[in-house]
């Protein structure tokens, strides 16, 4: 099992629309965990971080499941500027492992 | 915000010539940290460091050195470039209390013939 698994995409949502992604990871101890975007050809820019229980930025909300060892991230309400590559991040015994992201299109 | 560039954003290089890339950040963080970002990949950690002088190796790291002499400064070198490290070459700072907060640089697009 890979460290960090995020499903690819892409997601093709209308404006409007509610999404989610998921991102699971393999290892218990991990303690850090975080939601980047990235627009194409940019760098990655942090989102949001995500916390014990559960947080929300405005439209966004990210959560954690330490049981099923997993984080999410909901959109509400997406507008055409929310489309991007959304990557997980989670730290374990070394610095931050990034899964390979998920792609979302926003469709007007 | 420009607290932390990349340079040279852009270089074409050929194969057998060593390369060095530059991080430089205006915030005064110890963490910093070399990642390569290909398709099909995602984002790898090559090596980073958490001090002057203190740098650690991380997944990618084999072709790859780097030096911190200085807090604001971070390098890389590719010792002899092969075409397998074409790449965009990403540099951040840590910030948080655990340092895993991770503020990216702009990047560097690296193409080896």
């Known amino acids: 099992r890979k460290e960090v698994e995020q499903d690819p995409g892409p997601f093709n949502v209308p404006e409007g629309a509610t999404v989610a992604f998921n991102c699971t990871y393999s290892?218990?101890?991990?303690?850090?965990f975080f939601w980047y975007r990235q627009d194409c050809r940019k760098e990655p820019k942090l989102l949001m971080s995500?916390?014990?229980s559960g947080n929300e930025d405005g439209r966004f909300t990210a959560q954690l499941n330490r049981a099923s060892q997993y984080i999410s991230l909901l959109i509400r309400d997406s507008k055409l500027s929310d489309s991007a590559t959304y990557l997980c991040?989670?730290?374990?015994?070394?610095?931050?492992?990034f899964g390979k992201g998920t792609r979302l299109s926003v469709i007007a | 915000d420009a607290g932390i560039t990349q340079s040279p954003r852009h270089k074409v290089t050929e194969t057998g010539t060593p390369v060095t890339l530059r991080c430089h950040q205006t915030?005064?963080?110890?963490?910093m940290y070399w990642y390569r970002q290909d398709p099909g990949h995602g984002l790898r950690l090559i090596h980073y460091?958490?001090?002057?002088?203190?740098?650690d190796k991380g997944e990618v790291s084999d072709g790859y050195s780097v030096s911190r002499s200085k807090t604001e400064d971070f390098l890389l070198t590719l010792e002899s470039a092969t075409s397998s490290q074409t790449s965009v070459y990403f540099c951040?700072?840590?910030?948080?209390?655990?340092?895993?907060?991770?503020?990216f640089g702009p990047g560097t697009r690296l193409t080896v013939l």
């Open positions: 290892n218990s101890a991990s303690q850090s």
């Open positions: 460091s958490y001090g002057v002088k203190d740098t």
């Open positions: 991040a989670v730290n374990g015994d070394t610095p931050l492992v």
């Open positions: 995500v916390y014990s």
């Open positions: 951040a700072m840590g910030l948080g209390a655990s340092y895993n907060e991770q503020f």
């Open positions: 915030e005064n963080h110890r963490y």
